[in-house]
């Protein structure tokens, strides 16, 4: 298996403009998980799905964020508007249901200026 | 809630020298245990895990046992190498919520 794959690896973007980060988990994961890493708050849980449908929202800091997972091979992040403060390292993780063990993604490098 | 508690960072250390990362843990349930390693530029890897009491992870020369009366989960490496510089995340796992609760990372560089 080619592990979490996500794109784009970097995105630079104005301030205003809307962003869409994509993940395509592990085949076979029911479970996805969405992360946010930034030198000040470390590693943060943004949301996380089981079975394509969203449990746990409550990481995501405000309504500009917004997260998609229209089937079981793929999912969607999206800022709307972005802001400078939402630069950091989006990462995308997906585990079986069964297991604990989450597998991630390399990550997309955000920078809004 | 769940929680993670690492050592400060970052760590410094000689080639072949001894490593150990403290990390405790707060939860609960009977939670997993987990250490991540994440090389530059890249995502989290999986380095071990035990899923009980007094289990032991290994892998690569990395050590950790599930201390319960402790509340530990300490990370050791008897000679590290200079390509073991990371940033190390020590992370639990309560079955029911089925979310990794991550501790803040340590940052190591070996030096040659």
């Known amino acids: 298996d080619a592990g979490v794959i996500q794109s784009p690896r970097h995105e630079v973007t104005e301030m205003g403009q809307e962003v869409t980060l994509r993940c395509k988990p592990i085949s076979g994961h029911n479970s996805l998980f969405w992360y946010r890493q930034t030198m000040m708050r470390g590693l943060e849980l943004l949301i996380y799905f089981n079975n394509n449908v969203p449990i746990d929202d409550s990481g995501m800091p405000e309504d500009r964020f917004s997260a998609k997972m229209p089937n079981a091979s793929f999912s969607t992040l999206k800022i709307q508007p972005s802001e400078p403060r939402d630069s950091a390292v989006y990462f995308c993780a997906s585990s079986l249901v069964a297991s604990t063990e989450a597998f991630f993604g390399q990550g997309t490098r955000l920078t809004v200026v | ?112």
Request: hydrophobic residues 30%.
């Open chain 2, 1 to 112: 809630g769940d929680s993670v508690t690492q050592m400060e960072g970052p760590v410094t250390l000689s080639e072949e020298a001894f490593l150990t990362i403290n990390c405790t843990y707060t939860a609960t349930g009977y939670p997993s245990l987990f250490w991540y390693v994440q090389y530059p530029g890249e995502g989290l890897q999986l380095l071990l895990k035990a899923t009980k009491a007094d289990d032991k992870g290994s892998n690569k020369g990395f050590e950790a046992t599930y201390r319960k009366e402790t509340t530990s989960f300490h990370l050791e490496k008897g000679s590290v190498q200079v390509s073991d510089s990371a940033v190390y995340f020590c992370a639990l796992s309560d079955g029911s919520a089925r979310q990794l609760t991550f501790g803040s990372g340590t940052q190591l560089t070996v030096l040659p």
